[in-house]
């Protein structure tokens, strides 16, 4: 233990400092009733976390705060990705709130927080840190999920993620307390020295990796601990339910990543069995979710099991080690700019929050050109349709499937994205082919800040459906420089 | 270290039993509040597995987590409280099955 | 030189996004109807230029032009990357000089619509894609060509979608497409995994060096199915026909000219993947030959003009394919480029003749032949090119249709020397299908400009402005000379075919061919294709004459009872409707209903049945109620580790 905390360590994790002090500076304020200049504080804020950790971070991955947290390696890019998600949120949250009548500031505190929670987790070195970073982003979530308190619907949203996401971290912990029980330490660097030792005792440590494994799969909603998100994502505040989708699965699947990596949970030399999991987990949630979705009246209930089709996605880049965890990177970096552009155009068109089906899509591309122009970019993304980032992402994620041999696994996911572009071309058939007597009912309203948000996304899809290296060299350069993942992996 | 020593077994037998009726609770029970505090068991078991596993390991490591579960567990009845109350409030119910607009 | 080649790619992209971007938002620009029509056609005969210039600058060294590096993932690097060779050069000068033809006669065709523009930004992004699917080195570049060119044609079918069934027609050809892609992706896979690269040549080098082994038989197979998606052969042909809905301009690019010969180029630049695999040789030459016969029979009873042609288009692409499935790649390529000059020929005459009819708005149907006849008094240009171009594909001698189709017979009858073979068979059938072809060529030309008029006003219809008869001219020119490029192998044993000693460096015909050729049996089979054609010809013009229309009656009688299934097109839609549609509906219906409340409820208080209780239990995974939740979660822990500890 050295004591050295108030010097390059706190540097470290400046970041992180920097954010709570925006967050806590936005609830004060708040109190001041200072209102008008709060949603640009906590942009701002996020954006500097996020360059400030990019530019100023350490190169090399190292241990700081008595092993507690990483910095270097992957971790600030995570941070910059992740900061980038809520920084694209709060563009159109204002917006949203105003139209619906409801000017609670404690939103951007909490949007602050709950990416705090999220970097927390992702740059962990400690299981203790991993799941406190954990709740406290899923505390900002429950809070997200609730946050029109006479809203029935809001209500029943924020019940059932707050019962059913606490159940799942209460397995989440105990997989924790079995793993401290076998190793007798938190922290990822020791135990990935003790593999050994979990091997030995093989039945327990199958127990608390697989409880664990619920709690992250929970958060990625993957089948079947997907119930939640349909359900959840419809009673949300649309821009925030895209927030939720994208920053907490992108988080989770970071976290669970370096877990995976460290602990050796899908490595060859092991038995198998949890590899196995994970790639039934995977297929299932692929399969589950795409079909479902096709069958969606309610295109916000649609992006809903969309996500959950892509977290299978992810998890079968997941089941490939070091390349799939490169290319899971890249996927939930650009699933984060399409799903948040296509959940905040949601958030604009709605008046009510029932508002959503996708029939009141109809014709849009006669009334709004340019707006349903982006949605089809954003549809079209997600579907995985070239020369879009969209398509980069999933080809990456089976690409590196495939290197790892899982033909079938990635053969099939293949296949069911063949299937998910149905869906999404359903919408923008809907949009632009279907003639109506009368224009579409929506309006929708084109501010500022919400339009920026919209400009910038597309651009940046189409971007790095062109350029993906943009991305994907800082993401390949970070690996390379993260010793403790690349020594992990080698078998 | 071993975990099959009898006081250790003992600890973690109880540990797992209050884990297994607060799944249980969870899983039967329809009012609200009391699926919270079956949750809260589940944390607390951890919480005592946690405490035994420090015990046995001689460090800190464990017992340092369980004053964190704990300090989650207050935060998680804060916001766990407040959004009962509000569906109470807007429906004088807190039965979570009566909460389904959602479905499908 | 080589710095202009870029452009090639370059320009269409950047006239699409000029034209397209610039319309949506000046709608100013969009109704300067000549600009945009300008514009549009620069992007492409610029590039056409630049390519004949390499063309004819060519010094037999392949040149790589490479754009930037895509994404490189550890051991592979895909790069925008183009390869020029003698092949991509011969297609490049054909997509982009019959492209430019048809943008030229588009400013004419589509004066007046109110998505002037957006036809012109689709027009130029399909020979972007197009152009990428010719020139790229890698399976990458071409794929992403490949599907391009699906989506602007599905686009292009699609554009007036106001319609509903010209909406429905480019599903089905985006539905049909896709499901060919899949094989193509599957191919892709596999090759990548086999040698670890995506290259062209280096996948060719696979083969030449033995390390393929059987692959090669599997990887041509899935190229070959997604190729019948693209060039619809049996069993995705289907939407071909259907995609006539498109504006005729687009039917003569795209679904005559270019997109559909892509699955031919793409054969013939992997031809050595392909000669390696002989028993995928022997499918695709049944496969060919059985499109192509009853694509032929389909078209002797269609009576809408642009159907007629459509199917015999498919038909065409048949020979192109049994030429493919003999290894004479030439020949094939040779058919390509020939069936490019007078189809687009064809399919731009009838659309000349549609605007003519359109204009009488008297006729109920402005592509039915039954209420056309006699126009040749009214479109003098029209019909001599029409003329010319139905002589062409009948393999009349010396038009550019008889060399190419009659070294296509020549190959496969030579392909082996027994007398009773599965080539022999497809050589007749071949034959058969030439002689068809001849026949309702001549028929769709008799009734549409020859005989009395059939429709009431007679003032009305009138030739159609130069800008698009010029470009009729011009092609039914290269429709007479074309086929002098390939002469037969019996004058100067091959000296004076100049395609063949153009495309050598690059293409390795099946050397079987040349070595079985003898001068009695070449001088047979010229002699009987043109005795055949001349006589098909003659006897279909002569029938036409006497009796008109009422001679259909007499084709019909001849033909009995496969009239009807002619007519029907052989079922083929009812057919998969029955088989594929129904079904997959039905059984979709059913699973979507274990999720959807209404058609389950109904389903359970009516029947109760085992599949309603399924559906019903399925439906519960999503009740809303928490407790099910709960226990669905619970469920999946316990699963998961009682799999973990004793699994």
């Known amino acids: 233990m050295d004591l050295h905390l108030l010097g390059s360590d706190t540097l470290a994790i400046a970041p992180l400092l920097l954010l709570l002090g925006v967050g806590l500076l936005i609830m004060l304020l708040d109190s001041f009733r200072v209102h008008a200049s709060i949603p640009w504080l906590a942009g701002l804020g996020m954006l500097s976390a996020g360059a400030w950790a990019w530019l100023a971070g350490p190169s090399q991955s190292q241990v700081v705060f008595s092993g507690m947290m990483e910095a270097g390696g992957i971790s600030p890019l995570v941070t910059l990705f992740l900061c980038l998600a809520g920084v694209f949120t709060v563009l159109f949250v204002p917006d949203y709130l105003a139209r619906h009548d409801n000017k609670v500031n404690d939103v951007y505190a909490l949007l602050v927080f709950a990416v705090l929670g999220m970097v927390l987790m992702a740059n962990a070195h400690n299981l203790l840190m991993t799941f406190i970073g954990l709740e406290t982003m899923s505390m900002c979530l429950y809070i997200f999920a609730a946050l029109f308190k006479t809203d029935t619907r809001s209500n029943e949203a924020g019940l059932k993620y707050f019962l059913l996401g606490s159940f799942a971290s209460a397995f989440l912990l105990f997989g924790i307390a079995l793993v401290y029980g076998i190793t007798g330490t938190l922290d990822l660097g020791e135990l990935s020295t003790k593999i050994t030792l979990l091997q030995e005792n093989k039945a327990l440590f199958y127990v608390a990796s697989g409880l664990m494994l619920v709690g992250f799969l929970f958060k990625v909603a993957a089948f079947p601990f997907h119930n939640w998100t349909p359900d959840v994502y419809q009673g949300t505040p649309t821009p925030l339910a895209g927030f939720m989708a994208t920053g907490s699965k992108m988080a989770a699947f970071v976290s669970l990543g370096i877990i995976i990596e460290k602990l050796e949970l899908v490595s060859p030399a092991v038995d198998n069995r949890l590899a196995t999991v994970l790639a039934l987990t995977a297929f299932l949630t692929m399969v589950y979710g795409n079909l479902v979705a096709a069958r969606q009246t309610n295109l916000k209930r649609m992006l809903a099991y969309s996500s959950i089709a892509h977290s299978g996605y992810v998890l079968l880049g997941l089941c490939a080690p070091v390349f799939g965890f490169q290319a899971i990177l890249f996927y939930m970096f650009i699933y984060t700019l399409m799903n948040i552009g296509a959940f905040g155009l949601l958030g604009m068109a709605e008046q009510r929050m029932e508002d959503t089906d996708i029939e009141s899509w109809k014709g849009l591309g006669k009334s709004s050109p340019y707006m349903a122009g982006a949605m089809a970019v954003f549809l079209f993304s997600l579907a995985g349709i070239p020369p879009l980032a969209g398509f980069m992402s999933k080809y990456q994620v089976f690409l590196s499937a495939i290197r790892e041999d899982l033909v079938v696994l990635a053969t099939i996911g293949i296949l069911t994205s063949v299937v998910g572009a149905f869906y999404y071309l359903r919408v923008i058939f809907l949009m632009f082919f279907q003639t109506t007597e009368q224009p579409s009912t929506l309006n929708l309203r084109q501010k500022m800040a919400p339009a920026t948000g919209i400009a910038v996304l597309v651009l940046l899809i189409i971007l790095l459906g062109v350029f993906p290296s943009l991305i994907l060299d800082p993401i390949r350069a970070a690996f390379s420089s993260d010793l403790v993942i690349e020594m992990a992996s080698q078998p | 270290m071993d975990l099959l020593t009898p006081t250790i077994l003992s600890y973690l037998t109880v540990s797992l039993l209050m884990f297994a009726i607060g799944t249980i609770g969870v899983m039967t029970r329809r009012n609200g509040i009391v699926v919270f505090m079956c949750i809260e068991l589940m944390l607390n078991s951890v919480n005592l597995a946690l405490v035994t596993f420090s015990h046995m390991w001689d460090n800190p490591a464990g017992s340092m987590l369980v004053f964190f579960v704990m300090c989650v567990a207050a935060a998680e009845a804060v916001v766990g409280l407040a959004i009962v109350i509000s569906i109470f409030r807007n429906k004088q119910d807190i039965d979570i099955n009566h909460v389904n607009i959602f479905k499908w | ?647």
């Open chain 3, 1 to 647: 030189m080589e710095a202009l080649l870029p452009l090639v790619i370059l320009l269409p992209l950047l006239g699409s996004a000029l034209v397209g971007l610039g319309g949506f938002l000046a709608p100013g620009f969009r109704k300067n109807e000549s600009l945009v029509g300008l514009i549009a056609t620069a992007m492409v005969a610029i590039p056409f230029f630049i390519i004949a210039a390499a063309f004819f600058q060519f010094d037999g060294t392949p040149i790589q032009i490479s754009l930037f590096s895509w994404m490189q993932a550890g051991d592979l690097n895909i790069s925008f990357s183009y390869e020029i060779d003698q092949l991509s050069l011969l297609m490049g000068m054909i997509v982009t000089g019959v492209g430019s033809l048809i943008h030229i006669y588009s400013i004419g065709y589509m004066h007046g619509d109110g998505g002037y523009y957006k036809f012109f930004g689709y027009l130029n992004l399909f020979i972007f894609a197009m152009n990428n699917l010719i020139f790229g080195d890698n399976f990458v570049v071409m794929f992403l060509g490949w599907e391009g060119v699906g989506l602007c044609s599905y686009l292009l079918i699609g554009f007036w979608y106001k319609d509903m069934p010209k909406a429905i027609a480019a599903q089905k050809a985006f539905i049909a497409n896709r499901i060919g892609d899949f094989a193509m992706i599957i191919a892709m896979i596999m090759v990548f995994n086999l040698i670890g690269s995506l290259n062209f040549s280096d996948l060719n080098a696979a083969v030449a060096d033995g390390s393929l082994g059987d692959n090669a038989m599997w990887i041509s197979l899935l190229i070959f199915i997604a190729a019948t998606g693209k060039s619809a052969q049996i069993p995705l042909f289907v939407w071909l026909p259907d995609a006539m809905a498109g504006p005729t301009p687009v039917s003569a690019l795209i679904h005559a000219a270019t997109m559909v010969t892509s699955g031919i180029y793409l054969v013939a630049r992997l031809n050595p993947v392909f000669s390696a695999s002989p028993e995928v040789m022997t499918i695709i030459v049944i496969v060919a030959a059985l499109t192509a016969v009853v694509a032929a029979l389909i078209a002797i009873a269609q009576n809408d003009i642009k159907k007629v042609l459509a199917y015999s288009t498919v038909s065409q692409l048949g020979f192109m394919f049994m030429a493919l499935g003999a290894g004479a790649y030439t020949a094939a390529i040779f058919h390509v480029m020939t069936h490019a000059f007078f189809k687009a020929c064809l399919f731009l005459g009838s659309g000349s003749v549609i605007h003519a009819m359109e204009h009488m708005h008297t006729v109920e149907d402005p592509q039915d032949i039954r209420t056309m006849g006699g126009l040749r008094k009214y479109m003098p240009a029209t019909s001599t090119t029409f003329w010319i171009s139905t002589l062409a594909i009948s393999g009349i001698i010396p038009l550019a249709g008889f060399f190419s189709k009659d070294e296509i017979l020549t190959s496969l009858f030579l392909f082996d020397e027994s007398a009773f073979s599965i080539y022999k068979i497809v050589w007749f059938v071949a034959t058969l299908t030439a002689v068809l072809t001849a026949v309702y060529m001549t028929r769709l030309t008799m009734l549409t400009f020859e005989g009395k008029e059939r429709f009431p006003d007679t003032k009305h219809p009138h030739e159609s402005p130069a800008s698009m008869t010029i470009p009729l001219w011009i092609l039914a020119a290269l429709a007479v000379v074309g086929g002098f490029l390939g002469l037969p192998y019996l004058i100067g044993h091959g000296e004076f075919h100049l395609l063949n000693h153009w495309l050598e460096p690059v293409i390795t015909n099946n050397p079987a061919i040349e070595e079985n050729a003898s001068f009695g049996k070449e001088i047979f089979l010229i002699l009987l294709s043109t005795l055949l054609a001349i006589g098909a010809v003659f006897f279909t013009r002569n029938l036409y004459r006497k009796h008109g229309l009422a001679a259909d009656a007499k084709v019909k009688k001849a033909f009995g009872g496969l009239f009807r299934v002619m007519e029907g097109k052989f079922f083929l839609d009812e057919l998969y409707n029955a088989i594929l549609i129904k079904p997959f509906m039905s059984i979709g219906n059913r699973a979507l209903s274990w999720f959807d409340n209404n058609i389950v409820d109904g389903a359970v208080n009516g029947s109760g049945t085992v599949v309603a209780n399924i559906g019903e239990s399925f439906r519960k995974l999503q009740s809303g109620l928490i407790s099910n939740y709960l226990l669905i979660i619970t469920t999946g822990v316990v699963a998961m580790l009682g799999y973990l500890i004793f699994g």
